[in-house]
C-alpha cells in the first residue's frame, strides 16, 4: 500500500469514527432531553394541578377558591398523559359538580381529596418510571460515547505511533544514505519493503549508487596513475616544494625539500609539520611565513647552507582552493611551499652590485676632473673663447652632470643592495628641507615658467630624519614632478603634521599615471611607457629605500588627466 492511501485510509478512518462518536452523542443527549421534556411538561404539570386543587379545596366554600379550583380542573382535564388519568379526572369533575350544590358538603370534599391523590399518586409513579428510563438513557449513552471515544483515542495513538514513523524513518534512513554517497562510499544501499513509493525511491536510489560505484571503480585507476605522474613530477622538480592539508600535515615533499631540511621521507609524510618544526629549524622559519603570512613586497630571500656550500632561494605560499560542488565559496585545503632556487642570480647581483660600486667610484674622479676642466675653461682668465666653443662648453657640461647624476644614483643603489645606508638621523625642520630642495630645482622650474607653493600649518614639529637623503628624495620628486608637468603651471609642496608623522607632498598638474602602473612606480629601471628617457629609472626606487630606511613612509595618488601627488612621511623627533 502506498503512503498516499495510508494517509487516507487512517485519516478517513478516524474521521468516520469522529463523525459516528458525534451522531452518536448527539442522539442519546437527544434522547435524555425528550425524557426530562416528557417529564416536566406531562407529570409535573399535573403534580402542580393537583396540589392547586387541594389549596383550593381547603377554602372552599369561598367564591375565589371555587374559580380556583375550577381553573385548575380545566388545566388537568388538557393534561391527561397516564394510564387511568382519565377515569379518575372525570370523577373529580362529577364530584365538583355535586360540590357545587352544597358547598359545605364534607363527604364529597372528601371523596374529592381521595381521587385528587389518585392522580397525583398516578403521576408520581409516572415520574419515577421516567427518571429510570432516564437513568437508562443516560449510562447507555455513557457507555457508547466512551466506547466510541477510547476506539477514536486508540486509533489516533496508533496513527500517532505507526504513521509518522512510516515517512519519518525511511526519509531518516535515506538522508543517512545519501550522506555516505555524498562521501564516496558508494556500496551503500537502501532497501524498503512494501509496495509504497519509497521503495520505488530506494531502486531508484540504490541504481543511482551502483552507477556511481561502478564509474569510481572504473576511474581508481586512472586516478591512480595520474596521483603518480604528479608525483613523479614534483619529485622532478630542481625546486624544493612541500604541500600541507588543511590540518598542517605534510601531504608532500619532494627530493630537493627532503635534502635541505635533512630528513627522510618516512620521518614527514603524514606527520604533524607544527611538532616537526620544534627539531628542524628551517621547517620552523618556512611554516612561521605560512602561518602568518606576510606581504610579497617584505619577502627575504632564505639563505641556506645544504651540500657544503650556501644557496638562496626565493620562497613562495601558494594557497590551494576548491569550490565543492554544489557550493559557491571557496574551501582552503592546504598550501604548497615553493622555494625557487635563485642562487645563480643572487651571485650575478652580487657581481653586478660590486661592479656599478667599482665602475661607479672609478668614473667619480674623471667626471670630477672634466667639471674643473669647465669651470678652468669658463674663467676668463684663462683666454677668450668664442660663442662656438661656449657652446660645446655648456654642452659638455650638460653631460658632465648627467654623468655624475647617474654615477651618484648607481652608487646610492649599490649602498643599498649591499645594506650599507648610512644613515645620520638627527632633528630636522620639514621648511628648511622644503626650501633647500627648491632651490636646487628653481632654475629648472623657471625655465618652464613654472609657480612654486608652499603649503603648510602654522606649528610644525622636527622630523627625526637624515636632512640630506631626505632633501635628495624631495629634489627627485620635485625634478619629476617639473618634468612632466606643463608650462606655466603650479606645483605645490604641502606639509601637515598627522599625530606622531610629519607628511611632505608635491602635487602637479601633470598628466597624472594610468592605474597599471602605480603598484610598479617604484621598481627598479621602471619608466612609464611613452614617458621621456631621460632618467635611469632608478630616482623613485632609490627613493623608497631612503625613506624606509628612517622608518617612513612613501607613496603616491594620480589620476589620469587630474595630475599626480607624491609623498613621504617621517616620524617627529
Same mark, same amino acid.
Given at each position: 500500500?502506498?503512503?498516499?492511501?495510508?494517509?487516507?485510509?487512517?485519516?478517513?478512518?478516524?474521521?468516520?469514527?469522529?463523525?459516528?462518536?458525534?451522531?452518536?452523542?448527539?442522539?442519546?443527549?437527544?434522547?435524555?432531553?425528550?425524557?426530562?421534556?416528557?417529564?416536566?411538561?406531562?407529570?409535573?404539570?399535573?403534580?402542580?394541578?393537583?396540589?392547586?386543587?387541594?389549596?383550593?379545596?381547603? !377554602?372552599?366554600?369561598?367564591?375565589?377558591?371555587?374559580?380556583?379550583? !375550577?381553573?385548575?380542573?380545566?388545566?388537568?382535564?388538557?393534561?391527561?398523559?397516564?394510564?387511568?388519568?382519565?377515569?379518575?379526572?372525570?370523577?373529580?369533575?362529577?364530584?365538583?359538580?355535586?360540590?357545587?350544590?352544597?358547598?359545605?358538603?364534607?363527604?364529597?370534599?372528601?371523596?374529592?381529596?381521595?381521587?385528587?391523590?389518585?392522580?397525583?399518586?398516578?403521576?408520581?409513579?409516572?415520574?419515577?418510571?421516567?427518571?429510570?428510563?432516564?437513568?437508562?438513557?443516560?449510562?447507555?449513552?455513557?457507555?457508547?460515547?466512551?466506547?466510541?471515544?477510547?476506539?477514536?483515542?486508540?486509533?489516533?495513538?496508533?496513527?500517532?505511533?505507526?504513521?509518522?514513523?512510516?515517512?519519518?524513518?525511511?526519509?531518516?534512513?535515506?538522508?543517512? &544514505?545519501?550522506?555516505?554517497?555524498?562521501?564516496?562510499?558508494?556500496?551503500?544501499?537502501?532497501?524498503?519493503?512494501?509496495?509504497? #513509493?519509497?521503495?520505488?525511491? =530506494?531502486?531508484?536510489?540504490?541504481?543511482?549508487?551502483?552507477?556511481?560505484?561502478?564509474?569510481? @571503480?572504473?576511474?581508481?585507476?586512472?586516478?591512480?596513475?595520474?596521483?603518480?605522474?604528479?608525483?613523479?613530477?614534483?619529485?622532478?622538480?630542481?625546486?624544493?616544494?612541500?604541500?600541507?592539508?588543511?590540518?598542517? %600535515?605534510?601531504?608532500?615533499?619532494?627530493?630537493?625539500?627532503?635534502?635541505?631540511?635533512?630528513?627522510?621521507?618516512?620521518?614527514?609524510?603524514?606527520?604533524?609539520?607544527?611538532?616537526?618544526?620544534?627539531?628542524?629549524?628551517?621547517?620552523?622559519?618556512?611554516?612561521?611565513?605560512?602561518?602568518?603570512?606576510?606581504?610579497?613586497?617584505?619577502?627575504?630571500?632564505?639563505?641556506?647552507?645544504?651540500?657544503? %656550500?650556501?644557496?638562496?632561494?626565493?620562497?613562495?605560499?601558494?594557497?590551494?582552493?576548491?569550490?565543492?560542488?554544489?557550493?559557491?565559496?571557496?574551501?582552503?585545503?592546504?598550501?604548497?611551499?615553493?622555494?625557487?632556487?635563485?642562487?645563480?642570480?643572487?651571485?650575478?647581483?652580487?657581481?653586478?652590485?660590486?661592479?656599478?660600486?667599482?665602475?661607479?667610484?672609478?668614473?667619480?674622479?674623471?667626471?670630477?676632473?672634466?667639471?674643473?676642466?669647465?669651470?678652468?675653461?669658463? @674663467?676668463?682668465?684663462?683666454?677668450?673663447?668664442?660663442?662656438?666653443?661656449?657652446?660645446?662648453?655648456?654642452?659638455?657640461?650638460?653631460?658632465?652632470?648627467?654623468? *655624475?647624476?647617474?654615477?651618484? #644614483?648607481?652608487?646610492?643603489?649599490?649602498?643599498?643592495?649591499?645594506?650599507?645606508?648610512?644613515?645620520? *638621523?638627527?632633528?630636522? %625642520?620639514?621648511?628648511?628641507?622644503?626650501?633647500?630642495?627648491?632651490?636646487?630645482?628653481?632654475?629648472?622650474?623657471?625655465?618652464?615658467?613654472?609657480?612654486?607653493?608652499?603649503?603648510?600649518?602654522?606649528?610644525?614639529? !622636527?622630523?627625526?630624519?637624515?636632512?640630506?637623503?631626505?632633501?635628495?628624495?624631495?629634489?627627485?620628486?620635485?625634478?619629476? =614632478?617639473?618634468?612632466? &608637468?606643463?608650462?606655466?603651471?603650479?606645483?605645490?609642496?604641502?606639509?601637515?603634521?598627522?599625530?606622531?608623522?610629519?607628511?611632505?607632498?608635491?602635487?602637479?598638474?601633470?598628466?597624472?599615471?594610468?592605474?597599471?602602473? %602605480?603598484?610598479?612606480?617604484?621598481?627598479?629601471?621602471?619608466?612609464?611607457?611613452?614617458?621621456?628617457?631621460?632618467?635611469?629609472?632608478?630616482?623613485?626606487?632609490?627613493?623608497?629605500?631612503?625613506?624606509?630606511?628612517?622608518?617612513?613612509?612613501?607613496?603616491?595618488?594620480?589620476?589620469?588627466?587630474?595630475?599626480?601627488?607624491?609623498?613621504?612621511?617621517?616620524?617627529?623627533?
Amino acid at each position: 500500500m502506498n503512503i498516499k492511501s495510508k494517509l487516507t485510509l487512517g485519516v478517513g478512518f478516524l474521521f468516520s469514527m469522529i463523525a459516528i462518536l458525534a451522531a452518536v452523542s448527539a442522539w442519546y443527549i437527544h434522547a435524555l432531553k425528550s425524557d426530562t421534556t416528557n417529564i416536566l411538561t406531562a407529570n409535573y404539570n399535573t403534580l402542580e394541578y393537583s396540589r392547586s386543587m387541594l389549596m383550593a379545596l381547603e !377554602e372552599i366554600p369561598s367564591p375565589d377558591a371555587v374559580l380556583m379550583f !375550577e381553573e385548575s380542573l380545566n388545566k388537568q382535564q388538557y393534561n391527561i398523559t397516564e394510564i387511568g388519568e382519565k377515569e379518575i379526572t372525570e370523577k373529580i369533575t362529577q364530584h365538583f359538580d355535586k360540590l357545587k350544590n352544597d358547598l359545605n358538603d364534607s363527604v364529597i370534599k372528601k371523596a374529592i381529596r381521595a381521587d385528587i391523590t389518585e392522580v397525583m399518586r398516578l403521576n408520581m409513579q409516572a415520574i419515577q418510571r421516567k427518571s429510570q428510563v432516564a437513568v437508562a438513557t443516560s449510562e447507555t449513552a455513557t457507555f457508547w460515547i466512551a466506547v466510541s471515544g477510547t476506539v477514536c483515542f486508540l486509533l489516533a495513538f496508533i496513527l500517532l505511533i505507526n504513521l509518522p514513523s512510516t515517512i519519518a524513518n525511511p526519509i531518516r534512513e535515506l538522508n543517512e &544514505s545519501i550522506k555516505q554517497i555524498a562521501d564516496q562510499k558508494y556500496s551503500e544501499r537502501v532497501h524498503f519493503k512494501g509496495s509504497s #513509493e519509497f521503495e520505488e525511491l =530506494a531502486k531508484s536510489f540504490n541504481k543511482m549508487a551502483q552507477k556511481l560505484e561502478e564509474y569510481n @571503480n572504473s576511474n581508481l585507476s586512472l586516478l591512480l596513475i595520474e596521483k603518480k605522474r604528479i608525483d613523479t613530477l614534483i619529485n622532478n622538480m630542481n625546486d624544493p616544494v612541500i604541500g600541507l592539508d588543511e590540518h598542517q %600535515k605534510i601531504i608532500f615533499a619532494n627530493n630537493e625539500a627532503l635534502k635541505i631540511l635533512d630528513v627522510k621521507q618516512n620521518e614527514v609524510i603524514g606527520h604533524q609539520a607544527s611538532k616537526l618544526a620544534l627539531t628542524n629549524d628551517l621547517l620552523r622559519s618556512l611554516l612561521k611565513e605560512a602561518l602568518l603570512p606576510v606581504s610579497a613586497d617584505k619577502t627575504e630571500p632564505v639563505k641556506i647552507y645544504s651540500n657544503g %656550500k650556501e644557496s638562496y632561494f626565493q620562497k613562495e605560499i601558494v594557497d590551494i582552493s576548491i569550490v565543492p560542488t554544489g557550493e559557491s565559496t571557496a574551501l582552503t585545503i592546504g598550501k604548497v611551499i615553493i622555494l625557487r632556487n635563485i642562487t645563480h642570480f643572487k651571485e650575478l647581483d652580487f657581481a653586478k652590485t660590486n661592479f656599478i660600486a667599482t665602475v661607479s667610484h672609478e668614473l667619480k674622479t674623471p667626471i670630477s676632473s672634466i667639471k674643473m676642466s669647465l669651470q678652468l675653461l669658463e @674663467n676668463k682668465n684663462t683666454g677668450a673663447i668664442n660663442s662656438g666653443q661656449e657652446q660645446l662648453i655648456e654642452s659638455i657640461k650638460e653631460d658632465s652632470n648627467r654623468l *655624475l647624476k647617474i654615477t651618484s #644614483e648607481l652608487l646610492n643603489l649599490s649602498q643599498i643592495e649591499t645594506g650599507n645606508i648610512q644613515l645620520n *638621523l638627527h632633528k630636522a %625642520k620639514p621648511l628648511e628641507v622644503v626650501n633647500y630642495a627648491l632651490q636646487a630645482v628653481q632654475t629648472q622650474a623657471q625655465q618652464k615658467q613654472i609657480v612654486m607653493e608652499i603649503i603648510h600649518g602654522d606649528s610644525l614639529s !622636527e622630523m627625526r630624519a637624515d636632512a640630506e637623503k631626505t632633501t635628495w628624495v624631495l629634489i627627485n620628486f620635485l625634478t619629476n =614632478a617639473i618634468r612632466y &608637468s606643463p608650462e606655466q603651471s603650479k606645483i605645490k609642496i604641502a606639509i601637515k603634521q598627522e599625530g606622531a608623522t610629519v607628511s611632505i607632498s608635491v602635487i602637479d598638474e601633470g598628466k597624472g599615471i594610468d592605474e597599471r602602473y %602605480k603598484n610598479r612606480i617604484f621598481d627598479r629601471y621602471f619608466q612609464i611607457p611613452g614617458s621621456s628617457k631621460t632618467g635611469t629609472g632608478l630616482g623613485l626606487t632609490i627613493s623608497k629605500e631612503f625613506i624606509e630606511a628612517q622608518g617612513g613612509e612613501i607613496g603616491l595618488t594620480s589620476e589620469m588627466g587630474m595630475g599626480s601627488t607624491f609623498y613621504f612621511k617621517l616620524p617627529v623627533y
